[in-house]
């Protein structure tokens, strides 16, 4: 048999739900708009800092390179020469 359960009890778990509910739902409506503005410069910088190529993070966008670059460049953020990087043993 289901113990009883309080009225107050009752009020503050519908309040809890209906708070998280709207606050589920804002998160929704806020991922919804980033997708619909793009990711900001800093977004893209961090991802090029993290070891992203701009075709990469370009690809994962759906930006241009050249618009990714832009937009990197625009936080100081340097630009890595063009190439692979060197194996750490590696002599010239």
Same mark, same amino acid.
């Given at each position: 048999? !289901?113990?009883?359960?309080? &009225? !107050? ?15 589920? !739902? !804002?998160? &929704? ?11 900001? #410069? ?13 075709? #990469?993070? #370009? ?7 050249? *618009? ?6 625009? *936080?100081?953020?340097?630009?890595? #020469? ?11």
């Amino acid at each position: 048999m !289901a113990t009883p359960i309080d &009225r !107050a009890a009752l009020l503050d778990l519908i309040e809890l739900y209906g708070q998280t509910y709207h606050t589920l !739902a !804002a998160e &929704r409506t806020l991922e919804k708009i980033k997708a619909l503005i793009g990711p900001s #410069a800093a977004d893209l910088a961090t991802r090029y800092l993290a070891g992203h190529s701009l075709d #990469a993070i #370009a690809r994962q966008t759906g930006m241009s390179a050249s *618009t990714v670059r832009q937009m990197i460049l625009s *936080t100081g953020t340097p630009m890595r #020469a063009p190439g692979r990087p060197r194996k750490s043993g590696d002599i010239r």
